[in-house]
């Protein structure tokens, strides 16, 4: 780039959002997000519905899941048989091992769940005879659910999906200034003490190419846009998403990326791994770019050939790199992008951020709601099966 561097009436008696949609049925608030409309009259779940945590997760948000109907959902928490948080919104944990008590506690409450917030083990599946519903707690899940054989096993599978979008938007959008203004050099001067006025880039008029069209790179086009960016999407299928032109300037096929490479400031990968976007930037993409233009990964690591990736930017081919994602995860310590001046590396934080779990917890919360109508097909963000989320 850069030569250098829904009007729904809250009811009472709720600490969380929860709101009437059309026929009267309640459904529960999310920040930012599209309601579902749960319409009354259906038949309703017979019975109980019993919810397992079975990731780490605030308690707020527990008790935000217990409000949503009392006497139809039992939520079942139990910290110690989990991971213990490392940050908010941390749905892994810290390295954790049961001993011979707790995991067989922690098997018996798995065997109890008729829906699970976040995956279970894999192992434990078929010592889970109820199981009909898992709310993720990321979007692309397919390649797990297929591999946990999910649809055939009756479990309906909801997503993430977003969620994260703006999250990652931002940090793209963080990277871009970082390196058009010089925020490395202003530190160094700042740390020097030292007064010297210089010249930065901006992003106006630049070109923002886009691999994918999805939820990500929707949110990019959007702040790309706002800032004045000429804003580039390849897709798979571009006639589906002719409905999106007010973002994109331009909407190509994928086929045509090292044509448009060249005409490209910065390059944002968004799309995730499969056999066709396996190594899809290697050397030839990477020499086909703008010389000194900003690459960005968000989509994941191994989209990228990361020899190809060093090289560039060792000749300053490729200007500046920021990278959420990379192959293999962790990155190894003594990986050479590590100590490279002209590359970002984040540990695939970029869409966590403080708010994350209350947003998908708002998500299961109107999920439920249609779920406990006996309306599971009014859910948001249903994962078909065979799609990637």
């Known amino acids: 780039m850069l030569p250098r561097q829904g009007g729904c009436a809250p009811r009472r008696g709720h600490r969380h959002p929860v709101h009437r949609c059309e026929g009267g049925a309640p459904h529960a608030g999310a920040e930012g997000?599209?309601?579902?409309?749960?319409?009354a009259g259906g038949r309703g779940m017979s019975g109980r519905q019993t919810i397992v945590i079975a990731t780490p997760l605030e308690a707020e948000h527990v008790e935000a899941l217990r409000d949503v109907a009392p006497g139809r959902l039992e939520v079942l928490h139990e910290p110690e048989l989990l991971p213990p948080i490392r940050y908010t919104a941390d749905h892994k944990g810290a390295p954790f091992t049961r001993d011979a008590a707790q995991e067989q506690a922690w098997r018996a409450l798995l065997a109890k769940a008729d829906i699970l917030w976040d995956f279970p083990p894999a192992e434990l599946l078929d010592s889970m005879p109820k199981l009909r519903w898992i709310q993720a707690t990321s979007t692309g899940v397919g390649p797990l659910a297929a591999k946990l054989r999910l649809a055939e096993r009756g479990v309906t599978v909801t997503t993430a999906r977003g969620?994260?979008?703006?999250?990652?938007?931002?940090?793209?959008?963080?990277?871009?200034?970082?390196?058009?203004?010089?925020?490395?050099?202003?530190?160094?001067e700042q740390a020097a003490r030292r007064w010297v006025r210089y010249c930065g880039e901006d992003l106006a008029?630049?070109?923002?190419?886009?691999?994918?069209?999805?939820?990500?790179?929707?949110?990019?086009?959007?702040?790309?846009?706002?800032?004045?960016?000429?804003?580039?999407?390849?897709?798979?299928?571009?006639?589906?998403?002719?409905?999106?032109?007010?973002?994109?300037?331009?909407?190509?096929?994928?086929?045509?990326?090292?044509?448009l490479l060249p005409k490209a400031d910065a390059v944002v990968v968004t799309v995730p791994h499969t056999p066709e976007t396996e190594?899809?930037?290697?050397?030839?993409?990477?020499?086909?770019?703008?010389?000194?233009?900003?690459?960005?990964?968000?989509?994941?690591?191994?989209?990228?050939?990361?020899?190809?990736?060093?090289?560039?930017?060792?000749?300053?081919?490729?200007?500046?790199?920021?990278?959420?994602?990379?192959?293999?995860?962790?990155?190894p310590p003594e990986d050479p992008l590590w100590a490279m001046p002209n590359v970002l590396i984040?540990?695939?934080?970029?869409?966590?951020?403080?708010?994350?779990?209350?947003?998908?917890?708002?998500i299961f919360r109107e999920n439920l709601l249609c779920w406990l109508d006996g309306r599971p097909e009014a859910m948001r963000n249903i994962l078909a099966p065979g799609q990637l989320y």
């Open 33 to 39: 997000a599209d309601h579902v409309r749960c319409r």
């Open 205 to 259: 008029d630049r070109t923002l190419l886009l691999i994918g069209g999805g939820d990500l790179a929707r949110g990019c086009a959007r702040i790309g846009k706002a800032l004045g960016m000429r804003v580039v999407a390849l897709v798979r299928r571009p006639g589906q998403e002719r409905s999106q032109a007010a973002l994109f300037d331009q909407i190509a096929p994928v086929s045509d990326l090292l044509e």
């Open 346 to 362: 984040s540990p695939h934080s970029a869409s966590t951020v403080s708010r994350e779990n209350a947003r998908i917890a708002a």
């Open 279 to 331: 190594g899809l930037f290697g050397a030839a993409a990477f020499a086909a770019m703008r010389p000194g233009a900003a690459f960005v990964n968000i989509g994941r690591g191994a989209v990228v050939e990361h020899a190809a990736l060093r090289e560039a930017l060792g000749s300053g081919q490729v200007g500046f790199a920021a990278l959420d994602v990379t192959e293999p995860e962790p990155l």
């Open 163 to 188: 969620v994260h979008a703006g999250p990652l938007a931002e940090w793209v959008f963080m990277a871009l200034l970082q390196h058009a203004r010089g925020l490395d050099h202003l530190r160094r």
